[in-house]
């Protein structure tokens, strides 16, 4: 079995929705609650959506000194997969797992909507089982969701090829805005330089299920419970 | 002794500061025309134990590098008096 953590922070509230997407694709996922130091044998780690310890003083900010996060940085730092999604995405950034930071959109408001974004990356753990430049609609539901990092580290990710999944300029057909923060790039996900720690503001977990209306997000859920039953395959990068 | 150290985190120049932006919008709207480049930021304030000046603001930059601010995206600039 493939064995899925999701750390619930206070203020968590996507965490139900990570583990039943999970679940759906055949993982056995469970809570890691931030106080548990073990991660209980985790093959996989998923840091959810929410509001974690408020969003006070900037989001992610007091949830990277939680009690969970050394066994986190451990699991990643053996090349255990690690995603973070949304709140889970400026927890990592602000844990500098991941460069840059994630600042107030641009337009001010909190966006809440369905956005159009290609995947760029796919030898990652959890982006394996899309193909190359694949077009996804995925939900995105935040207030604080504008890539920002210094000109050399956007060079480097671009250079690199860390772009993991990128916002996608409308076209005709879409009747979606690109860009729904302000992004540096169109940056809507990014992955460390071995491609194990991945951070994104879209949610998957929201659009895995054909009940919700979306499925384009299932590919996180199947990639990973591919990679696990391939541990051949390891963790590759660029 | 205690200190009193005042800290400005101000975001950091060149960033989009979107809510500067509005709050200079809302001053024009108001007639300021006078008014401009606002930017917005937070103070904070806190009471440090130190035997010195120089101790307590050593101990308060720490904890603008480890946590009050965001060495990414913003700056910041302290003041120490003697409580």
Not at chain 1, 40 to 60: C, H, Q, T
Not at chain 1, 132 to 161: I, K, N, Q, W
Not at chain 2, 63 to 71: E, G, H, R
């Amino acid at each position: 079995m493939t064995r899925v953590a999701v750390v619930r922070f206070p203020g968590s509230n996507c965490d139900f929705d990570t583990l039943r997407a999970a679940e759906r694709y055949g993982a056995e996922a469970y809570f890691v609650w931030h106080r548990d130091v073990d991660l209980r044998g985790a093959d996989v780690v998923i840091l959810p959506g929410g509001f974690s310890y408020g969003d006070y003083l900037r989001s992610g900010a007091i949830a990277r000194f939680s009690p969970v996060m050394q066994a986190v940085k451990q699991h990643a730092a053996g090349g255990g997969p690690l995603l973070g999604i949304c709140n889970g995405f400026q927890i990592l950034c602000e844990a500098h797992l991941l460069p840059g930071a994630l600042m107030r959109n641009a337009g001010l408001t909190f966006v809440s909507k369905p956005v159009d974004v290609t995947v760029e990356r796919t030898d990652t753990v959890f982006t394996a089982d899309y193909e190359t430049d694949s077009r996804l609609r995925l939900p995105v539901a935040h207030g604080e969701g504008r890539f920002v990092a210094a000109p050399d580290t956007l060079r480097m990710l671009e250079s690199e090829g860390r772009v993991v999944l990128r916002y996608v300029a409308a076209t005709e057909r879409s009747p979606f805005q690109p860009n729904p923060n302000g992004s540096a790039n169109h940056i809507a996900g990014i992955c460390n330089a071995e491609g194990n720690i991945v951070g994104i503001m879209p949610h998957p977990e929201r659009a895995a299920d054909r009940l919700l209306g979306l499925t384009g997000g299932s590919g996180f859920f199947t990639s990973l419970m591919a990679w696990h039953q391939a541990p051949k395959m390891g963790v590759q990068s660029r | 002794m205690t200190f009193r150290v005042h800290l400005r985190v101000m975001p950091r120049d060149g960033l989009l500061d979107p809510q500067g932006q509005a709050v200079e919008h809302a001053l024009t709207a108001l007639g300021f025309e006078e008014a401009g480049a606002v930017r917005v930021g937070r103070a904070i304030e806190l009471a440090v134990a130190a035997s010195s000046r120089g101790e307590a603001e050593a101990k308060a930059r720490q904890m603008c590098d480890k946590l009050l601010a965001n060495p990414v995206t913003e700056d910041y600039l302290l003041e120490v008096e003697e409580d």
